[in-house]
């Protein structure tokens, strides 16, 4: 996933290591775009039209994209893999000058979930277009989900687990407090650090500061909105979004992102544990939703 994990146990057993690695070399091989042979990888180069079958896993992951996708109104697109790799951001690697209006046109042309059959009942997905699924929104999250969830199949109760800045805490610390942790600092800014109890919770952050490159003078942050297929121009610096599962806190944090401050009238309405930060300028702003206000007390 080319990151990092940190694992946090109370009394873990000898071989917690391998477990929590068995689960990511799984999940690489199901979902990593960047990988040829993984599942994902084999799709996006396989025949048009052609059914492929799916696993539990791809198919709970695939509903959770979905499902965001249509709540969001497409700012949260999982099959947007053409636009990613045309603005540099996936595996075909950086690139040298920007792409012109016709690309981005014939990219938009080929992204998007409309190109994509997805029969959730015979678990099996198939593309009419050469669309490229890109779970690089959600994987991450998933993957804090499924080490999660192995552990506590195997009685392991209390601990955080951490992939790449996503969290998920399970039970609590020895002293019996929660799992204590600050939301990603914002670089640049003199805003107060968050803390929040992981408490059965997960927390995920999505912000313009972690890849972009720069011409003439302006940023292009990866994040990129599949509605336009152009970066985010929108103030936006930084969400994070609190939710039971790591994969839909990694998809509303994606999707927040690309919706912009009009965002967080919608994460109140579903209510979601937001939070964002914006800047204009010299002026950052900070905001909090009901849900998230609520639960810091």
């Known amino acids: 996933m080319g990151t990092t994990w940190r694992l946090v146990v109370v009394d873990p057993p000898e071989d917690i290591r391998e477990t929590v690695q068995a689960v990511l070399t799984r999940m690489i091989a199901e979902f990593s775009h960047w990988d040829q042979g993984s599942r994902i990888g084999r799709f996006n180069r396989g025949m048009l039209g052609h059914w492929h079958p799916l696993s539990p896993e791809a198919v709970r992951v695939l509903d959770a994209a979905f499902e965001v996708h249509a709540a969001s109104d497409g700012a949260f697109d999982p099959a947007a893999g053409v636009l990613a790799d045309l603005w540099g951001f996936g595996p075909t690697g950086p690139r040298d000058d920007l792409p012109g209006a016709y690309a ?37 999250g998933y993957a804090v989900d499924a080490v999660a969830e192995r552990l506590v199949s195997l009685g392991i109760e209390d601990f955080l687990i951490e992939i790449g800045g996503e969290l998920r805490g399970e039970g609590i610390k020895p002293d019996g407090q929660p799992w204590w942790v600050e939301l990603e600092a914002v670089p640049r800014t003199t805003l107060a650090p968050l803390r929040v109890a992981l408490h059965g919770l997960s927390v995920a952050t999505s912000g313009d500061y972690r890849r972009f490159f720069e011409r003439g003078g302006r940023r292009y942050a990866h994040s990129i909105d599949p509605r336009t297929g152009w970066p985010i121009a929108n103030q936006v610096v930084s969400v994070s979004v609190l939710h039971r599962e790591a994969m839909f806190a990694d998809a509303w944090a994606t999707a927040l992102t690309v919706l912009g401050p009009a965002g967080m009238g919608l994460a109140e309405q579903l209510g979601l544990a937001a939070h964002m930060v914006t800047r204009e300028e010299e002026t950052v702003t900070e905001r909090i939703s009901s849900a998230l206000r609520a639960m810091l007390g």
């Open 104 to 140: 981005i046109g014939e990219a938009r042309a080929m992204s998007g979930t409309r190109h994509l059959e997805f029969d959730r009942s015979s678990r099996r997905v198939r593309r009419r277009e050469a669309v490229q699924i890109d779970l690089s929104g959600i994987a991450k």
